[in-house]
């Protein structure tokens, strides 16, 4: 079963130099059960998508086409702001990245896991003792005693723990971990991805993990997904995108990662240009300025090229492409 | 001949300034009303002899509390004086004492701020203890207090307005320098061996001036404020000379019988003060959104 | 917490002190003899030197200095010069009544302001944020002793609503509340658009914090996040407006005390002014200053209670 179906979903921004087309057509699927990675450079569009899926767009943001099923029925794009609360937090739960802001400062944690709770229908004591249990399984010692101290009583590591607990406390079928540890250091980020590979089993929930990290993606992901410039260009399992990537950008990506260079270059490498400006995006393909392989057929827009059930790439040569691997 | 341009140039480029400033204060509806209420306050004052041939002190028994007329377009108070004249006269001493109050408010306040920003650690600390000290007094109590000792006057106001304005410009003024103070023009200066008036008048002072003077401005209608509150307690000016808050007072005693006085004495200082608050508003959003952020 | 307060409270002593000393050197320096000024013009010289010698003032600057500073110290403010009734129980006498029309005024203001405030935030740039805040900064403008004049005029003279004079029969809650509504309001009617214009400005930083959107991304209703974890961050610099503005608070207090004939410490001031009664001037004067730097010490001790952020580090 697919609990995350995204199809061919744009959306827009209107801003004061007119307007930003931040996602165009983008398609993925989180299958039941499953861990799907996002990756992809900063504005390529990770955050909207969130968003969208979240129905928290800016007030600027339009969805202009396309569609968000859950759970293969609702149609988030058309679901009301009620339908959508409903959703959020009971079915679909997200940590973000920062997790010193993600709490609010001034109500105990206790009380802020009471509250989203709201619609259990249960007694105070049983709400606590549920947040109890779920802190405890994040590995907070003495949870019964820290349920009633305020955030900031809690370190870095810590606090995302328990906007972990927080997401997971309703059980919901879709996480969506928007780069829970870019804001921790090494060590912390390891223990966090365990946890939530930890949790996700005993849960039993599919989650969406974004992420720029692609060393963590690798680690934790079933399935990935790469971004660039607002459209998906590549996806399908982690291991066929590491060992065979078919878009250029994502060929170029995975050089770019100093954890997978062979030898110590002297300079990492990056990759050559600049993300097109999305107020006026290029026709057809939008890595074309950057791409080694651009010719004239990529001025028209490239189709989604199936290269097996799972692998597909928005590219016209895929068949260039193929074999020797980044 | 290269003077003479350096000079014509940047005065040119204030006209312009000052013209595109006052177009972006009347696009503001606020900035507008307030810009034309403050217009009428001021001329009202300036030409007070031409707008009415009534003496704003002459007495006249016959005509004690008439109502609002053609002949007295706001009444005449319980010694016959008429109310529209005292109004307009009354305007005049309001914005003198308004604007020298504040003038000498900003001296003062430029003067002590610059000292304790510039001058030893421990007299900036000194100084800093000695205007919270002064903050500390309620502004009435403090003119009460010096109201017992001076007599009512036009001095004592003067004093007072001086006392509760000085601290708080003082201390902008201080911050500003202290910050300045280690900037670079000014420590290239001071290695130059410039002496240290010339720190403070050439490289520091221009760069304090500007938002004080946004404030001294926005301060105004409290100086408005203060002087008639003063005056309707008998502690400012002394009667016969007419003042907005002695109106106030003679209408108040006599509030159940002749309302119309105290609305003669309470209008004007309603429109002067909304009037220059609305200016100073939109005055310093269009000049320095920054000190917005101050509230 | 408990040195943050001390800490707190030695640097108001301190404040006061200084005070002292210059609300000593002003009578000092300014013209005027207390002594004739509290015997009037008509004293002969015997009476004023038997009065200065009475009240110290032939005794060397600082030797007065330390007496009135210790004296004060000790709670004694000196002696009526009238009556001979102790000034520190003349002035307590008068202060409930003051701090009743204060605390009204806060009331008023928080009561109102604070709504406002959110309104003007969640209905950010429309109609109604426009109007309030346009409301906000005229009620600030214009000096309380002319709300205070007007509303007597309009609710009590002419309407006859409330009551024109006094603070109603003691003992009696609800006439009290009813003498208390339209001085108190005149006061706190400036301070509603304070706290109205700071709760919009706070509110709209608070709903841009990150914590906002976990609490969206929760599925909290946008009442609840608007008005309880929003509002309880935004409403936190309200505590510390009120204590800097109490001083303010005090000086519209005189004004409300004389227009509505209410008993008080600013009527009291208003009064000994005007039979000379200079040492309830200097104590009453002294009180409220000390009242005004406690207020000021207990505001910041207060934040430090309902914002756990500060809480904590002070600890």
Not at chain 1, 124 to 142: F, G, N, Q, T
Not at chain 1, 159 to 176: D, E, F, T, V
Not at chain 2, 85 to 100: C, E, K, N, T
Request: glycine content about 8%.
């Amino acid at each position: 079963m697919t609990v995350l179906d995204v199809k061919d979903l744009s959306v827009d921004f209107a801003t004061e130099a007119g307007t930003l087309q931040a996602l165009r057509k983008v398609s993925l699927k989180v299958p039941a059960n499953r861990i799907v990675g996002v990756v992809g450079e900063s504005g390529c569009g990770k955050s909207t998508l969130i968003n969208a899926v979240l129905g928290l767009l800016a007030d600027n943001g339009r969805v202009t086409a396309g569609q968000i099923l859950f759970e293969g029925k609702s149609d988030l794009v058309h679901l009301d702001g009620t339908g959508m609360r409903a959703l959020r937090g009971q079915r679909i739960a997200t940590v973000f990245q920062d997790p010193m802001g993600a709490l609010n400062p001034v109500l105990s944690v206790g009380k802020q896991m009471r509250d989203i709770q709201y619609r259990s229908g249960r007694s105070r004591k049983e709400k606590d003792a549920l947040s109890v249990e779920m802190l405890r399984k994040v590995r907070i010692p003495d949870p019964e005693h820290r349920l009633a101290q305020f955030p900031h009583e809690f370190s870095g590591g810590m606090k995302q723990r328990i906007a972990i607990a927080m997401a997971l406390l309703m059980r919901p079928s879709l996480l969506i971990a928007d780069e829970p540890t870019t804001a921790l250091d090494a060590t912390l980020e390891v223990a966090i991805i365990e946890l939530l590979k930890d949790l996700q089993k005993q849960i039993g929930c599919s989650v969406l993990f974004i992420s720029h990290h692609l060393g963590v993606i690798a680690e934790l992901c079933d399935e990935m997904i790469v971004m660039y410039a607002g459209e998906v260009v590549e996806r399908g399992s982690t291991r066929d995108i590491f060992h065979n990537p078919r878009h250029p950008y994502t060929k170029k990506l995975l050089a770019c990662d100093p954890a997978r260079l062979a030898r110590r270059e002297p300079r990492l490498p990056t990759i050559p240009g600049t993300l097109p400006d999305l107020r006026n995006r290029p026709k057809g393909c939008v890595f074309q300025s950057r791409c080694e392989l651009a010719d004239d057929v990529c001025s028209t827009m490239p189709p989604d090229t199936a290269l097996s059930t799972s692998h597909v790439a928005r590219c016209w040569h895929t068949d260039e492409t193929a074999g020797a691997a980044a | 001949m290269s003077e003479q341009v350096l000079i014509d140039r940047p005065s040119r480029q204030r006209v312009a300034k000052i013209g595109r400033v006052l177009r972006r204060i009347l696009r503001e509806p606020l900035g507008a009303f307030g810009l034309t209420l403050v217009v009428i306050v001021v001329l009202s004052a300036v030409f007070a002899d031409v707008l009415t041939s009534y003496s704003p002190t002459k007495l006249a028994p016959a005509e004690r509390f008439a109502p609002a007329s053609l002949q007295h377009l706001l009444g005449t108070d319980h010694l016959g004086r008429d109310l529209f004249s005292r109004v307009l006269h009354g305007g005049r001493i309001a914005l003198a004492i308004a604007l020298g109050a504040t003038g000498l408010s900003l001296i003062g306040g430029i003067v002590l701020g610059l000292i304790a920003g510039y001058g030893p650690r421990w007299l900036d600390n000194l100084m800093l203890l000695l205007f919270d000290a002064i903050k500390s007094f309620p502004t009435v109590m403090l003119a009460l207090t010096l109201v017992t000792l001076t007599g009512p006057s036009l001095l004592a106001v003067l004093i007072v307005v001086v006392l509760v304005n000085v601290p708080g410009y003082a201390r902008i003024i201080r911050t500003q320098t202290l910050v300045l103070k280690s900037a670079e023009h000014v420590m290239a200066a001071r290695s130059m061996g410039a002496s240290t008036a010339r720190i403070l008048t050439i490289h520091i002072l221009p760069n304090v001036i500007g938002p004080i003077l946004i404030l001294a401005s926005m301060d105004i209608p409290v100086v408005v404020a203060i002087e008639a509150g003063l005056s309707f307690l008998g502690l400012g000016v002394r009667p016969p000379l007419p003042s907005w808050g002695a109106i106030l007072n003679d209408g108040f005693v006599n509030i159940r019988d002749s309302y119309w006085i105290v609305v003669a004495g309470g209008l004007p200082i309603i429109l002067t003060t909304l009037g220059f608050t609305f200016l100073g508003e939109t005055l310093r959003d269009v000049f320095d959104p920054r000190l917005k952020r101050r509230e | 917490m408990l040195r943050y307060a001390l800490k707190r409270l030695g640097l108001g002593i301190i404040i006061v002190s200084v005070a002292m000393v210059m609300l000593f050197a002003m009578i000092y320096v300014i013209p005027g003899d207390p002594a004739s000024v509290a015997l009037g013009p008509r004293a002969t010289p015997e009476m004023i030197q038997a009065l200065r010698s009475r009240m110290g003032l032939d005794q060397p600057i600082w030797i007065q200095f330390f007496r009135f500073y210790f004296s004060a110290l000790r709670g004694d403010l000196g002696t009526e010069v009238l009556s001979g009734r102790p000034v520190l129980d003349v002035v307590f006498e008068q202060l409930p009544y003051t701090l009743a029309l204060i605390a009204g005024a806060i009331s008023w203001s928080v009561l109102l302001g604070i709504p406002l405030g959110c309104i003007a935030a969640v209905r950010r740039g429309g109609f109604v944020d426009r109007v309030i805040g346009i409301l906000s900064v005229a009620v600030i403008a214009v000096p309380s002793f002319v709300i205070a004049i007007y509303s007597l005029l309009i609710f009590a003279v002419a309407l006859q609503w409330l009551p024109a004079i006094g603070a109603g029969e003691p003992g009696n809650l609800a006439s009290q509340l009813k003498h208390l509504a339209l001085p108190s309001l005149a006061i706190g009617v400036g301070w509603v658009g304070y706290i109205a214009r700071m709760v919009r400005a706070s509110m709209l930083e608070t709903l841009e914090a990150s914590h906002i959107r976990t609490a969206r991304a929760f599925g909290l209703t946008d009442r609840r996040i608007t008005y309880s974890y929003a509002l309880r961050i935004a409403i936190l610099p309200t505590v510390t407006l009120l204590g800097v503005g109490i001083g303010n608070m005090v000086s519209s207090a005189v004004f409300a005390e004389i227009v509505f004939a209410r008993p008080g410490i600013g009527k009291l001031v208003y009064e000994a002014i005007s039979v000379r009664n200079y040492p309830v001037v200097t104590g009453a004067v002294l009180v409220t200053t000390v009242f005004f730097v406690v207020v000021n010490a207990l505001a910041d001790i207060l934040i430090g209670a309902l914002d756990p952020r500060v809480r904590t580090s002070l600890n």
